[in-house]
């Protein structure tokens, strides 16, 4: 006899309890190793430290606590600076309609079946909805990591901002300044280990270009900030970059009636190849961090010189308004305001604005981020250790941190700062020492693992002692003799 399983269609949306009953289930079975284990810390003034403060609490944060989490290392703590459940791009400045990346895409999961995205999404819509869905919805995935977040119990902070990272020498332990949103002190939290998972900015900043510098703030804005879109109706608007957020902020803008947009790149011709799509293959995903520096800087310089495009139905939805026009070959020579309106000049010609939108991505700069600013004088950055060939230059690659094996810091000068170790830099600029690490969801399957086996790593080294003399004392008889 055969046994047919029902197609996808006739597969029921099983329910959200009946998923968390099975993951649980899954979770009690995988337990082994079930002790805690991580010596427990206080100051000598007997304030509690944390074994590790995770700043940012977008879907690497979580990802990183629950990880950390399974390895029984729970004397954690997640701060995220945005309002509960708004960690990250996807509910605020987010403007595609989908994410850009493949749905079949695992990595939050840690390889448990029924923490996939999948699994909670077909478990509400069913299976046949499941294989319709083209891409996944962007406010899903904002919602997904919600569910994550409350059904593993990842203990998070909400709207509280970490400030300053202090290493304390005499506590052996991090000292980190707490706000709140309206920027009252939330006390100060002391913790062993710090993950940073501060997104794709948290190597440096948005970039807004040196052009406009004298231009009136009322007249540009960046892609990652709110934007009234309204104000654009019957407008002229310039959008700089030809990234897949210059093209969403200028479907928005079209959307909203604005009576022009033109869209202007530095490129000859828009990137039509997603070197994205390249890398995601086992042996640049899991391996990149294994190669000599000169390699690592030649595939992750031809990754950045081959371009972000937008996505195909980004592109479409651009350029099917006859008002839309693409100026390739149009760097912003200058940018200057003339009677409340932006005047740009490019090598290809002369243009007045009524508002300016900023899609020209992120700058690489640890001195740029406020929680560094004590210590990023002596992390070690790329340009300390290694000098690509004139013809391979690259100012941006230069100033990425030469991070270790699990997205630790190094110290710039042997002996003289080693606490920069116990600070792991999983955010967008690890792409250079590791690959496709924080702040991307590709990347994850593979680097998860690797940022919570460095911190277990070094929790079990630094107390190597501790862990001796409790051998030595370990006096559990399985039987008298
Ligand atoms: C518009 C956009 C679309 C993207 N689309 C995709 C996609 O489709 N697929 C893909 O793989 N990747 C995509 N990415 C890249 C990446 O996946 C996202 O940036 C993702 O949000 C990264 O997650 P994260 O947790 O590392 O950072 P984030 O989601 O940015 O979370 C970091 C959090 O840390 C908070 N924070 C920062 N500093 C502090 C501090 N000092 N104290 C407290 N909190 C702090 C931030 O406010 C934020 O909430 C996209 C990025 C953007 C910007």
Known sequence: MRVLSPSPEETPAIGLAALELALKADLERLAYPGRSWVPPRQTRAGLPVLDVLIIGGGQSGLTAAFGLMRERVTNLLVVDDGAPDLAGPWKTFARMRTLRTPKHLTGPDHGLPHLLFQSWFEAQHGAGAWTSLGRIPKEQWADYLGWYRRVLGIPVRSQTRAGPVEWCADEGCFRVPLEEAGGASAGVIHARKVVLATGIDGSGRWEVPAELACVPRALYVHTCEPIDFESMRGRSVGVLGAGASAFDNASLALEHGAAEVRLFFRRRELPTVNAYRWAEFVGFLKHHAELPDVDRWRFI?????????????????????????????????????????????????????????????????????????????????????????????????????????????????????????????????????????????????????????????????????????????????????
């Open 301 to 481: 310089r031809r990754i950045l010189e081959m371009g972000q495009l937008p996505p195909a139905d980004t592109y479409r939805r651009a350029v099917g308004f006859p008002q839309f026009h693409l100026h390739p070959g149009s760097p912003w020579l200058s940018v200057e305001a003339v009677e409340g309106r932006a005047r740009v000049t490019t090598p290809q010609g002369v243009y007045l604005f009524d508002r300016l939108i900023l899609g020209s991505g992120t700058v690489t700069d640890l001195s740029l981020r406020p929680e560094l600013a004590l210590l990023h004088p002596d992390i070690a950055l790329w340009r300390d250790r290694f000098q690509p060939p004139p013809e391979l230059a690259h100012a941006d690659l230069s100033r990425h941190p030469y991070l270790s094996a699990h997205f630790e810091f190094q110290e710039k000068v042997p002996g003289r700062a080693p606490h920069v170790a116990a600070v792991f830099n999983y955010t967008f600029g690890c792409l250079l020492s590791l690959g496709l690490g924080g702040a991307s969801i590709s990347g994850m399957k593979y680097s998860l693992p690797r940022l919570v086996a460095g911190v277990t790593r070094q929790l079990y080294l630094d107390d190597r002692d501790v862990f001796f003399r409790s051998l030595e004392c370990y006096a559990e008889r399985e039987f008298e003799p």
